[in-house]
Protein backbone atom coordinates (compact mmCIF):
# COMPACT_ATOMS: atom_id res chain seq x y z
CA UNK A 1 0.00 0.00 0.00
CA UNK A 2 1.61 3.35 -1.08
CA UNK A 3 1.88 5.32 2.23
CA UNK A 4 3.18 8.71 2.57
CA UNK A 5 4.31 11.08 5.30
CA UNK A 6 3.68 14.67 5.75
CA UNK A 7 4.15 17.22 8.82
CA UNK A 8 8.12 17.62 9.30
CA UNK A 9 9.80 20.69 9.99
CA UNK A 10 12.16 22.86 12.31
CA UNK A 11 10.61 23.25 15.93
CA UNK A 12 12.43 24.18 18.94
CA UNK A 13 12.61 21.70 22.37
CA UNK A 14 9.08 22.13 23.90
CA UNK A 15 7.12 22.45 20.99
CA UNK A 16 4.86 20.53 19.45
CA UNK A 17 4.16 18.63 15.22
CA UNK A 18 1.56 16.49 13.86
CA UNK A 19 3.27 13.82 11.50
CA UNK A 20 0.11 12.75 9.08
CA UNK A 21 0.63 9.63 6.46
CA UNK A 22 -1.68 8.92 3.94
CA UNK A 23 -2.55 5.84 2.29
CA UNK A 24 -3.65 4.94 -0.74
CA UNK A 25 -6.32 2.19 -2.09
CA UNK A 26 -9.28 0.21 0.04
CA UNK A 27 -7.41 -1.66 2.06
CA UNK A 28 -5.88 0.76 4.83
CA UNK A 29 -8.13 -0.63 7.50
CA UNK A 30 -6.80 -3.97 6.67
CA UNK A 31 -3.03 -2.96 8.30
CA UNK A 32 -2.11 -1.81 11.51
CA UNK A 33 0.40 1.18 11.15
CA UNK A 34 3.64 2.24 12.82
CA UNK A 35 5.86 5.02 12.94
CA UNK A 36 9.55 4.48 12.93
CA UNK A 37 12.21 7.06 13.36
CA UNK A 38 16.14 6.97 11.76
CA UNK A 39 18.49 9.79 13.13
CA UNK A 40 21.84 10.42 11.53
CA UNK A 41 24.31 7.71 12.16
CA UNK A 42 21.96 5.39 13.66
CA UNK A 43 19.47 2.15 13.08
CA UNK A 44 15.94 2.63 12.65
CA UNK A 45 13.86 2.64 15.24
CA UNK A 46 10.47 2.06 16.34
CA UNK A 47 8.37 5.01 17.54
CA UNK A 48 4.95 3.73 18.11
CA UNK A 49 1.97 1.38 15.76
CA UNK A 50 -1.65 1.48 16.05
CA UNK A 51 -3.63 -1.71 15.65
CA UNK A 52 -6.47 -2.05 12.62
CA UNK A 53 -9.11 -0.51 14.78
CA UNK A 54 -7.05 2.04 16.37
CA UNK A 55 -8.37 0.29 20.13
CA UNK A 56 -4.54 -0.67 20.79
CA UNK A 57 -1.45 1.38 20.57
CA UNK A 58 1.94 0.58 21.79
CA UNK A 59 5.05 3.52 22.11
CA UNK A 60 9.06 3.07 22.45
CA UNK A 61 9.98 3.84 26.22
CA UNK A 62 11.46 7.02 24.66
CA UNK A 63 8.17 8.77 23.44
CA UNK A 64 5.50 7.16 26.12
CA UNK A 65 3.54 10.04 27.22
CA UNK A 66 4.60 12.79 24.66
CA UNK A 67 3.82 11.40 21.45
CA UNK A 68 0.27 10.12 20.32
CA UNK A 69 -0.86 7.78 17.41
CA UNK A 70 -4.04 7.77 16.47
CA UNK A 71 -5.88 6.59 13.10
CA UNK A 72 -8.70 8.11 10.59
CA UNK A 73 -9.53 4.58 8.55
CA UNK A 74 -12.33 7.13 6.77
CA UNK A 75 -9.60 9.20 5.71
CA UNK A 76 -7.01 6.26 5.30
CA UNK A 77 -4.37 8.34 7.46
CA UNK A 78 -2.65 7.71 10.39
CA UNK A 79 -0.86 10.38 12.75
CA UNK A 80 1.68 11.30 15.32
CA UNK A 81 0.97 14.20 17.58
CA UNK A 82 4.34 14.92 19.24
CA UNK A 83 4.75 17.26 22.22
CA UNK A 84 7.15 18.36 24.07
CA UNK A 85 9.58 17.68 21.80
CA UNK A 86 13.48 17.09 22.72
CA UNK A 87 16.89 17.49 20.80
CA UNK A 88 16.93 13.88 20.49
CA UNK A 89 13.70 13.32 18.41
CA UNK A 90 15.41 14.39 15.67
CA UNK A 91 15.28 12.26 12.96
CA UNK A 92 13.48 11.06 9.47
CA UNK A 93 10.03 9.83 10.60
CA UNK A 94 8.75 6.84 8.44
CA UNK A 95 5.38 5.11 8.45
CA UNK A 96 5.11 1.83 7.72
CA UNK A 97 1.66 -0.40 7.36
CA UNK A 98 2.20 -3.95 8.68
CA UNK A 99 -0.57 -7.54 8.19
CA UNK A 100 0.26 -7.96 11.89
CA UNK A 101 -0.02 -5.36 14.63
CA UNK A 102 1.77 -7.88 17.09
CA UNK A 103 4.99 -7.94 14.42
CA UNK A 104 5.07 -3.91 14.07
CA UNK A 105 7.61 -2.48 16.44
CA UNK A 106 10.53 -4.89 14.86
CA UNK A 107 11.73 -4.21 10.99
CA UNK A 108 11.26 -6.93 9.61
CA UNK A 109 7.62 -6.58 10.40
CA UNK A 110 6.92 -3.98 8.08
CA UNK A 111 5.06 -5.20 4.75
CA UNK A 112 4.77 -1.60 3.70
CA UNK A 113 7.47 1.55 4.25
CA UNK A 114 6.68 5.12 3.61
CA UNK A 115 9.08 8.04 2.28
CA UNK A 116 10.04 9.92 5.62
CA UNK A 117 9.83 13.43 6.45
CA UNK A 118 12.71 14.84 8.50
CA UNK A 119 11.80 16.69 12.02
CA UNK A 120 14.23 18.81 14.00
CA UNK A 121 14.23 19.93 17.57
CA UNK A 122 16.47 22.87 18.18
CA UNK A 123 17.89 23.10 21.60
Known amino acids: VPLQAFGGGLVQAGGSLRLSCAAS????????MGWFRQAPGKEREFVAS????????EYADSVQDRFTVSRNNAKNTVYLQMNNLKPEDTAVYYCAASVSYRRLPDLVGVDYWGKGTQVTVSS
Open 25 to 32: GRTFSSYA
Open 50 to 57: ISRSGDST
